[in-house]
């Protein structure tokens, strides 16, 4: 398939119109992957008090509020989930004989907001962990999406299965803005989050398989610019859509005009030639090459389509390989730790960037503007300096910018965004490292059981960064103080890691279990080098404003004669992966 793609042009008109057909939905996939920032957006509240009516306003007589709202030390700020008994309207002094009680009722400040789920299901105080659970179990439906859809794609075709994610997700996406109970709502959250991977990862993967692998990074990178384009996007209609049910319908609503692609996409001729489908795929390349006006021979064409009846399956490996030797167990639990720490410092501190203070729609684009250096520079430095030095220095940065923050003065709100998104930028840029570093450190027998593994792993981090965004009620900045050790410490173990640069990629689990054992000189000349490296790449980097599957693109550059096998070795790592971002 490549050599085809080579003849017709790896990033044709004929792949670029394909492309961009398949690349919007990722703005559907971004907008609502996110969401819940302002469909479940944080406001103020206080007790609503006996003489009050339902439709109260937040602000109350500052004499009358110190008389009947407890002070709230640790916040510093008064009590929102408690009152003083026996306080009445006309009260001038507080009873003797009034008690601190719970609130019964509450009083929201919509001064910002004007609608949240957080009023409608009443998500504060002892119900603040469930507004936490509601993106937790869209994190869950993420990773059963991943898997069930990934599966489905593979036994039924990309075209039907991306069809039914589609209508699933517009079905499930409009209707939850009507339910009026939580429980139901988390439910349809749940399949949302399982539709939604559906539609991204077939989407992905169809795009990717029709590009040569020497324009996978240009593909990569723009497909980026669309993920970003649908972060910017959704700041902008949640600016300027007050009710968090219309947000939820306008969000979802435009996937329908994806519909008609099932009639107008073609089915994946990889997919096709897998099935034996061979007829099918032919008529698939034929038309790609008229696109591309490229004159291509019919026995180039039948040599594609028919190259897996001469292919031999190899030899597949299983979950439990990959502890059952010491060296590759270590690698693996450093690696399965690296995934955890990276998805769940990267969305929590894309989930928590309404408790920073400031205007909250500009903190969530900042947030989104600051991958697209991230990764920019993350693709400079993969093949210049490698992968396990950028990936400590940026895990390390991070740490050390989010850690920071508990020494920021209280009300220097500028201060905290700044250091929170620079952390952002850096944890961007190492989740994108650790796949590709992934990728290779594992060999190939269990390549794509360790790389689904380690996704998995992730999902479970990403589940658990909204309750530790909770924390932010008792101290403002201990979420990024817990994101920051977590990070620090995967740095710090990511110099375990074997560096992977201009290496050949282990085939065998022995090859694993050997791989990175220092034994070659280029090993022990990696090693003496390690500090400087580290050193010089931490004084050039500086603050600047679902983990890129562009970047395992990086290992199919085209190969120099000095490292024919090396290339050789490495291109099967993108083919197993091209669902990466996933």
């Known amino acids: 398939m490549e050599g085809f793609l080579e003849k017709i042009g790896e990033f044709g008109p004929y792949q670029r119109q394909m492309f961009l057909l398949l690349s919007l939905p990722t703005i559907i996939v971004s907008m609502q992957k996110l969401a819940w920032v302002f469909l479940g957006a944080k406001l103020d509240h206080r007790c609503r008090l006996s003489w009050e009516e339902e439709n109260a306003t937040f602000a109350m007589d500052p004499a009358l509020w110190n008389l009947s709202i407890p002070w709230d030390a640790a916040r510093e700020a008064p009590d929102q989930c408690s009152m003083w008994s026996n306080v009445t309207e006309d009260s001038t002094s507080r009873p003797n004989n009034s008690i601190i009680m719970p609130c019964d009722a509450f009083v929201y400040d919509t001064s910002t907001y004007k609608t949240s789920a957080v009023i409608d299901y009443e998500l ?29 794609s ?20 409009v209707g939850q803005a009507a339910i009026p109970e939580y429980y139901t709502f988390t439910t349809l959250r749940f399949v949302l989050g399982a539709s939604l991977q559906g539609v991204f990862l077939v989407a992905y993967v169809m795009a990717m398989e029709l590009v040569g692998k020497k324009r996978r990074v240009l593909v ?31 969000m979802t609503l435009p996937a329908v005009l994806f519909i008609p692609y099932y009639w107008v996409i073609p089915e994946s001729s990889r ?12 008529v698939i390349l034929e038309k790609a090459a008229k696109v591309n006006k490229k004159e291509v021979s019919e026995e180039m064409i039948l040599q594609v389509v028919e190259l897996p009846k001469t292919m ?72 210049r300096v490698g992968r396990r030095i950028p990936l400590c220095a940026f895990l390390l940065l991070g740490g050390v910018s989010l850690l920071s923050t508990m020494f920021i003065p209280a009300g220097t709100t500028w201060l905290l965004i700044c250091t929170s998104m620079f952390g952002k930028f850096c944890i961007t ?21 360790g790389v689904g593994a380690s ?30 050790a977590m990070a620090f410490a995967a ?52 603050p600047v404003s679902e983990h890129s599957p562009t970047l395992l693109a990086k290992n199919n550059r085209t190969p120099s004669l000095a490292e024919p096998q090396q290339d050789e070795e490495r291109n099967p790592v993108l083919n197993e992966q091209e669902d990466a971002r996933c």
């Open 124 to 152: 504060v105080c002892d119900r603040s962990w469930l507004r936490a659970n509601v993106q937790s179990v869209y994190m869950v439906g993420m990773l059963v999406g991943s898997y069930l859809f990934g599966d489905l």
């Open 154 to 173: 593979d036994r039924f075709g990309r075209k039907p299965v991306f069809l039914s994610a589609l209508v699933l997700m517009v079905v499930v996406g």
């Open 220 to 250: 990569g990178v723009l497909a980026q610019a669309f993920y970003t384009v649908g972060y910017f996007t959704a700041a902008m209609l949640a600016w300027g859509i007050p009710s968090w049910r219309w947000l939820q319908i306008t």
């Open 271 to 282: 997919w096709l030639i897998s099935k034996g489908r061979a007829a099918e795929a032919k």
């Open 312 to 383: 031999k399956d190899s030899g597949k490996g299983n979950f439990l390989d990959l502890f059952r030797y010491p060296n590759l167990r270590r690698k693996t639990l450093n690696i399965f730790f690296n995934w955890f720490v990276n998805s769940g410092v990267y969305y929590g501190l894309s989930l928590n960037t309404g408790n920073l203070g400031g205007n909250d729609y500009l903190n969530f684009t900042i947030s989104g503007a600051v991958e697209l250096p991230a990764h920019a520079l993350t693709i400079l430095l993969l093949d």
């Open 429 to 449: 840029a190492s989740y994108a490292i650790i796949y590709v570093l992934t990728a290779e450190i594992f060999p190939t027998v269990v390549r794509n059981v």
């Open 455 to 484: 996704s998995m792993v992730a999902r479970v981090g990403g589940a658990l960064a909204p309750f530790v965004n909770l924390l932010s009620d008792q101290w403002q900045p201990l979420p990024l103080i817990i994101f920051g």
């Open 491 to 542: 740095g710090t173990l990511s110099l375990l890691l074997p560096e992977t640069l201009n290496r050949r990629l282990p085939e065998t689990i022995e090859d694993g279990e050997n791989f990175g054992r220092g034994s070659t000189e280029r090993d022990t000349a990696a090693m003496t080098a390690d500090a400087d490296q580290l050193q010089n790449l931490t004084e050039q980097l500086s």
